[in-house]
Each structure stands twice: as C-alpha cells, then as structure tokens.
C-alpha cells in the first residue's frame, strides 16, 4: 500500500467512525417501589448515549395500596443529590415518614420535599419535552398504568447532572389524599405547615427506582468484542 492509499484509507476510517463512536450507549434499570404505600411497582430503564438519553417507565399498582389514579397528570422525573458541585448518590426516602426524624413533619405522608434529602432535586422532567411546565404530556396514567418512553437531547449540564445514572433516582409523583390521612403543603422545615385534606396532590412522590448498571447482554457484548477486534484487524492491514 503506497503512502496515499494509506491516506485515503485512513480518511475512509474516520469518516466511518464519528468523535465518539467508541462510547457505546449505557443502559441502566430501575425497580420500581411503592412510596407513601402507593402499592406501585414496576420497571424503568435510562439508556445514556453521548448527550441523548432515552427513557422508558412501566409500572401499575399490585392492589395493596391507592396506586397510580387513573386520567390524573403523573409528574415524573430523574432526580439527583448535588452538593457543592458533585453528584452524590440518591436513594429512596423512607415508604413512611418517620416520626424520629426531624426531617419529617407530622402528617402521614412523605412529601416531596421531605423526600429531597434523600433523591435530591429535579434533573430532567419526564414528559414529552424535558420542560418543567409542560404538564399536558406528562403520563396521565391510562386504566392507573403507566408505559411511557421517551428521547431526549439534554444539555451538556442536563448531562452533568445525571452523570453517572447509577447515582440517581427515578420518582413518579401524584395521588389523591387518602381518607383519615392528612397532607402538609410544605414540609414544615420551610416553616409552612397548611394542612389540607382531600384532594389530588400533584407533587405527592408515589415510587422511586434507583438506576443501576445494567448487565450487558452477551449477544450484544460478542457484537462489541468483534466490532473492537475488526477495528485491530483494520488497524493492523492499514500499518503494512
Ligand atoms: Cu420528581
């Protein structure tokens, strides 16, 4: 191979392979579990690729709880705990307040912001357009199931704030007050202690799911290993 085939070989190579293409998606999965003794359960999944995020919610009520109302707007999103500039791990609060914790206030739910110690705040808003007030095309829970998915591009911040998934917690929001139960507007941290009763409480965080690096499928993980060996054996014939 003379110096200008090598050349044009190698222009051929990189046009083939665009800046990045070595990062592959990641996909990471949830468990989906009841908040509040919602009695929700489910499954979702985040699939991260370069700065497109992909995001799918399956979840429904086993019955043992007040679950997921049917035709209500379901607020959702991917929340996150930043302290001074670095994402720290987020996890699941308590299914019930505790009363032993000054964090909690004295009603009988677990509201979203005695929840945010716990998952942190909100990082990107699971409708159709990642905007905060776009509450028409948040799920509205059809027949109290939820199955949504959905394709974002984020902003490089929106990206920083979810890296990496693994430290981050997905929360679905929105039940009606429950009967001999009493709902606070604010937590009364924030020195508001309103209570209300009855009612849809659209905030009210009903489950969460804590992503986790899915395992690699091994048909996908053998399409990896020859893609990498084919691109050494490109390698090699280029540097005769
Ligand atoms: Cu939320």
Request: with cysteine; net charge negative.
């Amino acid at each position: 191979m003379n110096n200008f085939c090598k050349r044009a070989a190698a222009t051929a190579l990189a046009a083939l392979l665009p800046v990045g293409a070595f990062a592959a998606p990641v996909t990471y999965i949830g468990k989906i579990t009841e908040l509040n003794e919602s009695g929700v359960f489910g499954t979702t999944t985040a699939t991260i690729d370069g700065n497109m995020l992909t995001v799918t919610v399956d979840a429904k009520s086993d019955g043992t709880g007040f679950g997921i109302a049917p035709g209500q707007v379901h607020i959702q999103h991917i929340h996150g705990v930043i302290e001074n500039g670095q994402n720290l791990d987020s996890v699941p609060p308590p299914n019930l307040p505790d009363r032993d914790n000054p964090i909690f206030d004295d009603d009988d739910y677990v509201e979203l912001a005695e929840g945010a110690p716990f998952y942190g705040g909100i990082r990107v808003f699971l409708n159709a357009t990642n905007d905060p007030n776009d509450f028409a095309t948040f799920p509205d829970a059809t027949g109290g199931m939820i199955n949504f998915s959905q394709r974002y591009i984020l902003t490089p911040d929106q990206v920083a704030s979810i890296s990496p998934l693994n430290l981050r917690e997905y929360v679905l929001h929105g039940a009606f007050d429950q009967p001999g139960k009493t709902f606070s507007i604010e937590n009364s941290l924030a020195g508001v202690d309103s209570e209300v009763e009855g009612g849809y409480l659209t905030s009210l965080p009903i489950a969460t799911a804590t992503y986790e690096m899915a395992p690699i499928p091994l048909p996908a993980a053998g399409v990896l290993l020859l893609g990498a060996l084919g691109g050494l054996a490109g390698l090699r014939r280029l540097r005769k």
